[in-house]
T-cell receptor, first 113, second 111 residues
């Protein structure tokens, strides 16, 4: 089945630690996105990539980093510079030409120990 | 920048109609979207409307668009307990080819 796999589903971070959230897709989609979800605040764009080897900062990129070395993979690293990392992280791909037709993974809940 | 606003909570009884409202700011949006999120899951696209339309109906869902007031609504007819979820409206950030989401409306359906 085609889809997006986000792993792990739950992740715990110790203070000062960097952690990486995985996002893998087999949909052959060019564009990929990372959103952060906090209760009552909707989704905010962290980083996005329209094509392999290219990515751009979103609205809340500080304390995060990404890479896009392969079409299938768009990992997100939450660095120690991100002081409030507890949130639900969602990865998405764009399904077509229309910018709004996104297909989402099932998310990773990151919590701080 | 764009800002999309929604009320946070709506409670209805099973069988009633639900109406979820949204206001957006970017008048150049070509499409506007409604997404649904069930607990602990990602979002799924429910429906969308092209900006030159006033209304779109898809089975139990009706989307109304008032471009003059930049107001979008989603009506769910004969609401069922399985419709309980968070509903997000979203507009396109054409420069980044990404979506800007509202804060989401939590719909609670009571039996």
């Amino acid at each position: 089945d085609g889809g997006i796999t986000q792993s792990p589903k739950y992740l715990f971070r110790k203070e000062g630690q960097n952690v990486t959230l995985s996002c893998e897709q087999n949909l052959n989609h060019d564009a990929m996105y990372w959103y952060r979800q906090d209760p009552g605040q909707g989704l905010r764009l962290i980083y996005y990539s329209q094509i392999v080897n290219d990515f751009q900062k979103g609205d809340i990129a500080e304390g995060y980093s990404v890479s896009r070395e392969k079409k299938e993979s768009f990992p997100l690293t939450v660095t120690s510079a991100q002081k409030n990392p507890t949130a639900f992280y969602l990865c998405a791909t764009r399904t077509g030409i229309a910018a709004g037709q996104l297909f989402f993974g099932s998310g990773t809940q990151l919590s701080v120990l | 920048g764009e800002d999309v606003e929604q009320s946070l909570f709506l409670s209805v009884r099973e069988g009633d109609s639900s109406v979820i409202n949204c206001t957006y700011t970017d008048s150049s949006s070509t499409y506007l979207y409604w997404y649904k999120q069930e607990p602990g899951a990602g979002l799924q696209l429910l429906t969308y409307i092209f900006s030159n339309m006033d209304m779109k109906q898809d089975q139990r869902l009706t989307v109304l668009l008032n471009k003059k007031d930049k107001h979008l609504s989603l009506r769910i007819a004969d609401t069922q307990t399985g419709d309980s979820a968070i509903y997000f409206c979203a507009e396109v950030d054409t420069g980044r080819r990404a979506l800007t989401f509202g804060s989401g409306t939590r719909l609670q359906v009571q039996p």
